[in-house]
């Protein structure tokens, strides 16, 4: 999955992932006052929307895609917004941006990596650039739902907590659904992460 040609979705217009709305979870989540301000960074952010969204409501946010086509068209939506969003081509496993962040946002990009250590260093790269007391909202496809044969990668509880639980603690993860405005969302799951104040513990034995 890390090779797939994204560029390759946006020049034929393939973008099912691309609703031009907000993602309903993340506006729920800032509504909910848990989304820290100051700056905020969204993995994987396609052509925008999201981005965009959270610099109207005040966070200075970089959005970072593999996707040149996908960064252009970000950066055509700018308008007023220019002094608080840019957009760069940026592949985050390899070249992670400088600074700190309060916020990391991505929607359905860690759930890209089918090995378990690309996720492992996924979220080691986040907890890497999230400031004390940041905070990470992931969404991320599920395990749960009927059997398909498209939509999002499916992830199980366990990948996630393999691969986050080391670097950040597990906040919150809770089931929902993907793009509501379909007849049938497919499940994911919203996994709520921040920056470690303790090492985790080893797990108990019996």
């Known amino acids: 999955m890390p ?12 973008m099912p992932w691309d609703s031009d709305e907000p993602d309903p979870a993340l506006v729920e989540t800032m509504e909910a006052g848990t989304i820290p301000p100051g700056r905020a960074l969204e993995v994987g952010c396609g052509t925008g929307t999201n981005a965009l969204w959270l610099a109207a409501r005040g966070l200075d946010v970089l959005g970072v895609d593999l996707s040149p086509l996908a ?5 055509a939506k700018l308008g007023d917004a220019a002094s608080a969003c840019r957009f760069e ?3 985050f496993l390899k070249d992670p941006p400088q600074g700190v962040f309060d916020f990391v ?26 400031a004390p007391g940041g905070l990470w909202l992931s969404l991320i496809g599920s395990t749960e739902g009927g059997p398909r044969d498209t939509g999002p990668p499916r992830r ?3 990948d996630i907590a393999n691969a986050v639980e080391p670097a950040l603690e597990i906040v919150q993860l809770r089931a929902i659904h ?6 049938k ?14 090492p985790a513990q080893p797990s108990t034995g019996s």
């Open 156 to 158: 199980s509880v366990r």
């Open 71 to 75: 960064v252009d068209r970000a950066r």
């Open 178 to 183: 993907f793009d509501l405005s379909v007849e």
């Open 3 to 14: 090779d797939h040609d994204w560029n390759a979705h946006y020049a034929s217009g393939f």
């Open 89 to 91: 081509v940026r592949d």
């Open 105 to 130: 946002f991505d929607r359905g990009c860690f759930h890209v990596f089918d090995a378990p250590r690309e996720r492992k260093r996924f979220a080691a790269l986040v907890a890497g650039v999230l």
């Open 185 to 198: 969302p497919p499940a994911a799951w919203l996994c709520l992460s921040r920056v470690r104040a303790l």
